[in-house]
């Protein structure tokens, strides 16, 4: 048993223990989060997402540094970076760099950083993902940065965690764009071109934008483009959100200001439109679902009778019985 109380309390070493047990997904692990639930729902999530290498750990960086040190006078933010590297042969050793490169934000109190490294099956790391994303926010981190590596189904799961998901691109990799029009750009709440400094940007912008238009042809995107992204009444009623398009360049911080306005901008309109609530209710459903369904499957498997299974599956096997029948024998026999 894990006691909670200390991890609610602030205490990094006992959370850094739980962080671990959720790792390798421990049964002590999952009580503790099922106690932790009950305080969680308060942090404000960002997913940071895209291709290797585009800048996203400097960009995370520099988000955080933002809210640590705000530039408008408000109250600093506390903050928890999860790094995941899926160990994709294009990330090998980004776990050691992220943690370098993170080196100024770790000694304050107020930033709590992990890398994970994926073992086991991609699907398992988007659990243990929300499981250390649900922790740190029981733990009272005011803000949780997500950052996966790619656009694979695993790294949408990731991204469905968060209420606001940047997509970040850098310029020269030329036609390889196309490469985040696969499931990407559906989730992208802020597209954001990192690496500014370097050339091709506005070949990769209009390639953007080109994107965008064909995936949102109805949209008022060049009107939002304007020069400003500030939610006014005029936009208030407008039921769709058209991501920004926002340039930064990650080393210097340039754009990085720029950038927190549209985070903040994205987070008035989840909360003035319900869609933040919506979200929130339609993860939690399906987190549901998929309990219930294993619940529902482990007390059938354990109601079955010895080689219950096995035979009707024989008898499909030889075609003597079709799938549906099949079915319909063995879950009839639990009530038998
Ligand atoms: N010129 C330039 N270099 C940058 C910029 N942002 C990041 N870099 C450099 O690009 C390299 C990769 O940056 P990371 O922040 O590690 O990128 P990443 O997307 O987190 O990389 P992975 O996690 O391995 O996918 C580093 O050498 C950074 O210093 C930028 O805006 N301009
Ligand atoms: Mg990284």
């Known amino acids: 048993m894990i006691d909670i109380q200390p991890i609610l309390n602030g205490d990094r070493l006992a959370l850094s223990r ?87 934000l770790t000694g304050d109190p107020g930033v709590f950083i992990r890398s994970m490294a994926s073992r086991g099956s991609l699907g398992g790391l988007a659990k243990t993902t929300a499981g250390v994303v649900q922790a740190f926010d029981a733990a009272g981190y005011e803000v949780i940065l997500i950052e996966t590596v790619g656009a694979g189904q695993a790294e949408v799961d990731i991204a469905r965690l968060a209420h606001t998901t940047l997509v970040v691109e850098a310029p020269g990799l030329g036609d390889d764009i196309q490469a985040i ?19 091709g940007l506005e070949q990769t912008e209009r390639a953007l934008k080109n994107m965008l238009q064909l995936a949102h042809p109805g949209r008022r995107i060049f009107k939002i483009y304007g020069n400003s992204d500030q939610l006014n009444d005029d936009q208030a009623d407008e039921p769709l959100w058209t991501p920004p398009i926002k340039r930064t360049i990650a080393t210097d911080a340039t ?16 909360e003035q439109t319900g869609d933040l609530a919506r979200r929130e209710r339609s993860r939690l459903a399906s987190e549901l679902e998929v309990l219930i369904e294993m619940a529902l499957v482990s007390k059938w498997r354990d109601s079955l009778q010895d080689g219950a ?14 799938p549906q029948e099949a079915v319909q024998k063995l879950v009839s026999l639990e009530v038998s």
């Open 18 to 104: 739980l962080l671990s047990q959720i790792e390798n997904d421990t049964l002590v692990g999952q009580r503790a989060l099922s106690e932790l639930f009950l305080h969680g729902g308060q942090a404000q999530l960002i997913g940071v997402t895209g291709a290797p290498g585009t800048g996203k750990s400097s960009l995370v960086n520099q988000i955080a540094n933002h809210y640590r040190h705000p530039v408008d006078g408000s109250d600093p933010l506390t903050v928890a970076v999860v790094a995941v590297d899926p160990s994709s042969p294009f990330s090998g050793g980004a776990v050691l760099g992220d943690r370098i490169r993170m080196n100024a």
């Open 181 to 199: 029009k696969a499931g990407i750009l559906e989730i992208a709440d802020i597209l954001v071109v990192n690496k500014a400094d370097r050339p």
């Open 255 to 270: 754009g990085v200001p720029e950038l927190m306005d549209s985070i903040k901008t994205h987070r008035k309109y989840l």
């Open 309 to 322: 299974y096995t035979a009707v599956l024989d008898q499909l096997v030889t075609r003597k019985l079709s």
